[in-house]
């Protein structure tokens, strides 16, 4: 079944890359830690434009694998969930438009395979992974902040090919004081397989749309209506497989108000209303023995949040805020299955029932203060606290935070400590492992020192060492041998797995440079190690990482061609073998039997990459004309997720052969873009 994953990702992602072309973002910010007073503002990090952003080698334009390369972030091949300084994206907090999105990805059967948000709505990004101050909370390892974009002039873009469809509109109306967007992506994966002759195997579809209106009733005060929808669905048959059929959907509506009252005080204001639906339906027979799943799954949630800031002459600002949430799940699971075991010197056969139906309701709230500080001229400093509380746990938790900079002459040296922690979502009880009650919030402590500083005209650098220690770290099941399975509750690898402390340590390097308006480069490098203590021991997690190393080009000789280049390269990831032997049995005779080795105790090899981008422009009697050709993985490396074993026997002996699991090949891909 993996190898058939590994096919329908390569055809799905170039036909979305095919179905749309490159958006324009007009900035993107990407920090690692956030420090200032009002305007003076001194963020750490790495900054792209829209127009770095738009040159840069893609796959599936996905923001999120955008993003993917950016120093402290690891992602594979086929999804777009990225990990964030050694912690998996689910600790990732992502707001768009002021509203927090949950589980925001199309193709949740492999693991998010794309992200629901149409990059072309987007204005900018700003993305934290460590450090961040005390409006955030509920989260453990970052924050990603999206805006989408507000024209004053009307535009339309047209996206169109054989594997897809897409569209977006925006304008102003009443003299520019109304504004609007919609946006609508139908990718069309079905179809490529079709022409490829697998179409009886899967049937695959994703879209995603949104709306929004804005309306300024004075300079300073505007009202926002937005609106997401995002669906897909997934019908899997092939023969010795059990067959899925499965359909997602993620719905948002949400209102905004963003304005400023007199004496510098500045407010937002949001209310939403959020529904997902998770769906599998699942029959046959896996590993020769009756095969039944039924997974149904609701979310309802209602949120509000109102955030406040007040400046006191140039060298104060306060600030404070609170936020609601009630919701409602609901879980409908079974799962009727066999399998042989062997134990005692006897072969069974196991019968293994779980039926779970779960209404859990709960509500939160949360508050925070802070208060930025400009003593000097030099220095900066932002204490802050947050309480947090949620019913389903009883959880009432008091996180302090503390943030400062200061000036060094042409560098500036930040510092962050604070803690932080995360509830368990009222989505993320893992029924089909039994579990039927929710544990209490983690908990972690971020330590950052950095530093950035001038390397000389049109270059700059900056250095920036963390850590991150978890506890009371929530016991999770996890996949140890592959982690691409469409049926993941049903595989011999799926283990338990109790941490009773975590901790991530790193240090990053990242040098940017420019030559005019014609060249521009990014370096990054990496130094890093994140593991858990299981039973007494400590042990990597998937995604750790000791080396990465990012770079990348463009090259713009005029207006009409731009030729962008991104290399990549990170140590191997840890996974975990799987060993064969013989057990015997009571009436002499024996059996070939599998077991789970050391857990992450075996490293893939290094992976590297080179992707490549050529785009030309042309300029039409009405509007541009953008085409563009992509290469990912352009000398085809072969680079592994993991391994499938090959096992013989030999009379008493056994043999395993490793086969390389693969990760995406060689992919070109094309496409055209008309904006008028």
């Known amino acids: 079944m993996s190898r058939y994953l590994r096919y329908l990702l390569s055809i799905a992602l170039p036909a979305l890359v095919l179905a749309q072309p490159p958006i324009a973002l007009d900035e993107v910010i990407v920090s690692p830690s956030k420090f200032g007073v009002v305007e003076d503002r001194t963020t750490a990090g790495a900054t792209l434009t829209g127009a770095e952003l738009e040159a840069l080698p893609q796959v599936g334009d996905d923001l999120f694998r955008s993003i993917a390369r950016l120093p402290g972030l690891a992602g594979d091949d086929f999804s777009a969930k990225f990990w964030v300084r050694g912690a998996p994206n689910r600790q990732l907090l992502v707001r768009y438009d002021g509203v927090d999105l949950i589980e925001p990805f199309h193709l949740k059967d492999v693991d998010g395979a794309l992200s629901i948000v149409d990059p072309q709505t987007i204005e900018h990004l700003d993305l934290t992974t460590g450090g961040f101050t005390a409006e955030y909370g509920d989260r453990l390892a970052g924050v990603l902040a999206l805006e989408s974009k507000q024209a004053a002039s009307s535009r339309t873009s047209l996206g169109l090919s054989l594997t897809g469809l897409a569209a977006s509109n925006q304008g102003s109306f009443h003299g520019a004081q109304g504004r609007w967007l919609v946006a609508a992506r139908r990718g069309y994966p079905d179809i490529a397989l079709r022409v490829a002759g697998r179409d009886d195997e899967v049937t695959p579809r994703y879209y995603d749309a949104t709306a929004q209106v804005s309306y300024s009733v004075a300079p300073s005060h505007t009202f926002s209506i937005h609106a997401l929808h995002a669906g897909d669905t997934l019908t899997y048959r092939r023969t010795n497989s059990p067959s899925l059929s499965s359909r997602y959907g993620s719905d948002y509506l949400w209102g905004r108000w963003e304005g400023r009252l007199a004496s510098g005080v500045k407010g937002e204001t949001v209310a939403s209303y959020s529904r997902l639906t998770w769906n599998r339906l699942g029959y046959g027979s896996l590993d020769g023995f009756p095969f039944a799943l039924h997974d149904q799954r609701k979310l309802g949630q209602f949120a509000t949040r109102s955030d406040w800031s007040a400046a006191w002459g140039d060298s104060c600002l306060v600030r404070a805020g609170a936020e609601a949430k009630t919701g409602e799940g609901r879980y409908d699971y079974s799962l009727n299955r066999q399998h042989s075991v062997v134990a005692a010197g006897r ?27 400009k003593p000097t001229s030099l220095l900066v400093i932002e204490p802050g606290i947050r309480y947090d509380r949620q019913s ?28 932080y ?92 440079g420019h030559m005019g308006s014609r060249l521009a480069w990014h370096v990054s490098y990496g130094l890093s190690r994140t593991e858990e203590r299981l039973a007494g021991v400590w042990t990597p997690r998937s995604r750790d990482q000791r080396h990465s190393f990012y770079s990348d080009f ?3 000789p005029n207006s009409r061609w731009q030729f962008s280049a991104s290399w990549q390269y990170h140590s191997g990831w840890p996974t975990t073998d799987v060993v064969y032997s013989f ?28 992707d490549l981008r050529l785009t030309r422009r042309f300029t039409l009697k009405r509007g541009e004309l953008r085409a563009y050709l992509d290469v990912f993985n352009a000398y085809d490396r072969t680079n592994l997720i993991g391994y499938e074993h090959r096992v013989t026997v030999s009379g008493t002996q056994v043999t395993d052969m490793r086969k390389p699991r693969e990760q995406l090949p060689f992919l070109p891909s094309a496409g055209l873009n008309w904006a008028f």
């Open 583 to 610: 057990a015997s049995l009571s009436n002499g005779r024996r059996v070939l039997v599998s077991a789970n080795g050391a857990v992450y105790g075996l490293r893939l090899p290094d992976y590297h990459r080179l």
């Open 392 to 419: 389903l746990t009883s959880d009432s938790n008091v996180s302090p935070r503390f943030n400062a900079t200061f000036n060094l002459g042409p560098a500036v040296l930040r510092g962050a400590w604070g803690v």
């Open 421 to 512: 922690r995360q509830s368990q979502g009222l989505h993320e009880l893992a029924v089909a492992d039994g579990e039927k009650n929710f544990g209490r919030a983690e908990f972690a402590e971020h330590r950052i020192i950095g530093l950035e500083f001038p390397l000389g005209t049109g270059i700059s650098a900056r250095a920036e060492a963390y850590e991150r220690v978890t506890t009371r770290v929530r016991p999770r099941w996890e996949n140890l041998d592959n982690g691409y399975d469409l049926f993941p509750e049903a595989q011999a690898d799926r283990v338990r797995l109790a941490p009773n402390r975590g901790r991530a340590r790193g240090a990053e390097l990242l040098l940017a």
């Open 554 to 556: 463009t090259y713009a």
């Open 347 to 373: 072969q069974t056969t196991v019968t293994e029932v779980v039926n779970t139906e779960l209404a859990p309701t709960s509500t939160s709230t949360g508050l925070f203060a802070a208060v930025r500080l």
